[in-house]
């Protein structure tokens, strides 16, 4: 297996030399990179600078990538003009519960089909790696009367529940505890201990780390999530942040360039926090899903 | 898979169960019963929940495929209609070319920008700019493809957008971005693009990580050098991540709609509608919820079959160490 | 790479990935991890108890009451807003409850399919504030026809009729029954900005101008200004896009014709209205009429003005910073009604910086307009309360109450007066009404029950035809008469 054997990038950097800028091949390419940073950053950079404008001077060319002359106009009509302290809380409440949840239930699930015995273990975990390939959309109609039929249309439960359950979760923690020796397991049932007990007491404090990881993961992606709180939420209470975002556009074009994109800059907020204190856990999640 | 990591807290752990529990000694048979019955436990919440939210929800597409259905009035059978109408209706049909023009442009332009950043960042460079540069291209991955969508929406304004202002500087008169069919084409691609890039580059710095420095090493003894070594070693070893990544890289892009949906709303004409679109338009727009069903349907075969291609290439193709 | 294997073979990756941070981790010792699970477990737990009336949006205001639900397009600020009429109806009628529910939607398409969405869920609104857009949709499958309630109190609504032009009243007969009383609405005018226009040194045109007189002005616009200035601004929708000027062309994209019926409501209502004759059952769109000879040459005329710059490549959706755009003067011209005054004034346009006229004359100069009013569900729980809601809403207290400001049109000739403009400008708001009145054959917006799929079928047709060759406009039109066949035949 490839993956065996995987050396973290700056181990491999042996010896450690001093860098000398000098080959010109080392300069084109620090060029290339930085040409693809600026690229990647303008955007968001435009963005930050522009909602710090006035509304008046957000169409001013040559455009600012820097914030000179900060104007915090536009964010106080964000607050006025949607109710972004609603959005928010609905985002993180949803957030946070799908995130806890799928760590909950992918924990169980994945311990169950790394280290318990039982018949059938490959056909259902086969069945749970196939629901990966269902996209969101095939089965939203049904998922819509489901819902209904709960009683919970319009609700942030509607959004929440059927998310928790997660193929992608269950197998990245199976991976994970097949990843633990053997030798707990082994100890706990000389000691007598429940594999209930085991589990809580050995293997579920250990596989922390991983759980952060499914966490860290839904979070990024319901955070940003669109299609489904689109059509399964209705009232504006209970919309989230990237819907509120969208209709902050305005009805009937009446809406302000600054202002809509102080909303951006504030919906990006937690998720820079995220990035900030998480990027590794998150960058290990994302690439986990490589090695299926 | 022990590790040196590992081990240490092995022997905490232990010692720790052992205090805890020292007196009670069951027999290891009754353990595995118990083992057996807690199983459920473990399993319920995943499996009820998928078996709720995903299987019965497709078992009901299917079902629905086969009905026309406006929820307000009594559902119609109407047969292979709404799969027929996939081919004959020209606006879904158009859609379902546009999304794989989309994953074909849009995949290709990912992965090679995505490698090539990675090969580039393997070189030699001050530590600080690596990680600099790394969380630059891994930025907009945490960002919500909505708001990605509105502030690209103004950037690529043809008026006043700052893309045109900038083309304006080298001589190149204001481009109809989104107003056009190809304009408003290669906007959706080159946003989706921009987002999603460092996801594959990701996975390209792991799978040249992965490769042991020796390989390299032995193939510069051998006179390799540069581009063919890159070409003749490097690219080979790489070829399980290539294969994963594009196959990751398709199966999210068949799924495109939040940039369209923004940006477009699928126009100018039919040029930026995609699938998932039209799945949109149709149930909710249109109330043709057994349409929508169909279409559906036909994406998540499509998305199978990807998969299926991928798990045949890598038995036939990919080079293992 | 593990992706060759069957699931359930043994794979490693992710632990080995994790192994380095374990080691910092198990560092802190197994209890303290078990805690924070613990932790995290009672925490999920506290807050799924905490939030529940958040989670299941039971603390809603008014949700799952029985009060009579309201639903508008806008936000809870438009909501709010509301209050004061609320309240006044309130006091008239303490026995019947009102709760304003707002609904967030880019345009009245995404509304119309919010408000289907929660007809789907099983929980829709018993009144909804509707606009022409929608108007055939909810009569042919939500709304309940106002006839019996019209002939029951009709000395009360009396007084609303006669402060109202009858072209607003038929836009939303159907099939001769009328399922609303509009309360607001806008004609597609022309806005001029009146530094453009000076510095091409001319004057606000006549009320009679011709395309041609347009044209000369756009292209004396472009001449006159430097930099990032399109004279001529428009988006691509069913308001104020390609329509006014099919109109204005004595055409249209849809073959009009009109319901029989609907003289019991002329009749009575409007016994002494010169165009009574003319007035019908409603307005029916059931062919496509996209290939028509005059269609094209109307698609080809905005094409002109695209290829010769004087008019934009118009942009799908609401058009985002067209009012930045025309305060910030970029633009010189553009389509819209009364409701841009206010949302002007407050980008700061002063009263004597814009005007507006009349859509310039073609072949005729018949104007287009979009109304609004409420309509009651028949799913509504009390017919009767809903009634009282859209009777009182069409009283002229409520009505003062309901348009303070002028960010839309009163349907009631006597509220768009002077003082509604006085701060705001335009110098010639009586053009707004003036667009009924002198043009009685205006029509509404068409939108025929599957209002969505036509839309759609128009805006994308509408972009390819004006972006290429004189050729393009016909195959686009082809196109066009096409999906519209396929729109028509749809569910809604």
Redesign the interface.
Known sequence: MSTLTVPRQDQRRTPRRPFRIGRPGTIGRIVILLVAAALTLGPVMWTLSTSLRTPSESFNLPPQFLPLNPDLTSYFQVFEQINMVALVVNSALVTLMIAVGQMGTAALAGYAFARLKFTGKNMMFSIVLATMMVPVQVTIVPVFMLIRGMGLSDTLLALILPAIPTAFGTFLMRQYFLGLPNDFAEAASIDGASPWRTFVSIYAPLAVPGMAIVGILAFNFHWNEFFRPLILTISEQNYTLPLGLVTLQGNLGTGSISVVLAGVILSMLPALVVFIFGQRALREGLTAGASK | MSTPTLKSSTTTASRRTQSARPERDKPKRQQSLAERLIVPLFLAPTVIGMAIFTIIPILGSILLAFFRWDIISAPEFVGFDNFTSIVNDPTISVSFLNTILFVVVAVTLQLGIALALAVMIQGRMPGWLRVFFRSAFFFPLILSAASVSIFMGYLFNEQFGVVNWMLSLIGIPAVPWLTTPGGAAAVVVLVYVWQNFGFSFLLFIGGLASIPKEVHEASSLDGATGWKQFINVTLPLLSPTVLVASVMAMINALQVFDQPYVLTRGGPGDSTRTAVMVIFESAFQQLEFGRASAIGLVLMALIMAITALQFRLSRKFVFYQ | ????Q???S??????????????S??KA???S??T??GA??V??VG??LG?WP????A??PG?NSSALNVAI?????DAAARQALVDEFTSLHPDIPVRI???????W?DF???I????????PPDVVYVATEGAQLFAE??AEPLDAYLTQDAADVQDYFDDVHPSLIEAFMYQGSLYQLPLDWNAANMYLNTSALERAGLERPADNWTNQDFTSMMRAMKQSTEG?F?PYYW??RLFGGVVPWLYANDTSFLTETKATGGNWFWDRFYADDPTKNQRSGGYQWLEPNAEDPRVIETFDYLRELVAEGLG??????????????F??S?IGATPAGG?WVQ?LHE??MGADEFDVQFFPSWRTQRHQFGAAGYAIMRTAKDKDAAWEWVKFCASKPAMELAFPTPNTTPTRRSMVNQQLYSTTGPEHWKTFYDTLDKFPTSGPIPAPP?Q??VE?AL??????AV?GSSAQVRS?MG?LQ??LE?ALR???
């Open positions: 790479m593990a992706s060759e069957p699931p359930g043994d794979q490693h990756s992710v632990a080995q990935t994790f192994s380095l941070k374990n080691k981790l198990a010792g197994d209890l991890r078990r924070l699970l995290l477990g925490g999920a807050a799924t939030a958040r989670l299941t949006g603390d809603i949700r397009l806008g936000t809870s600020a529910q707002a609904i967030q939607g880019a345009d398409r119309f399919s919010k289907l969405t929660m007809v789907a869920a099983g929980d499958k939500l990032s399109t988006t691509n934009v490549r118009p942009e799908g959706g609401g058009g985002n910073a067209l009012v930045g755009l305060a910030s970029r409701y949302g980008a700061g599957q969505a799929a759609t805006m994308k047709n509408v972009s390819t972006s686009a196109t096409r999906d396929l749809s569910n809604a």
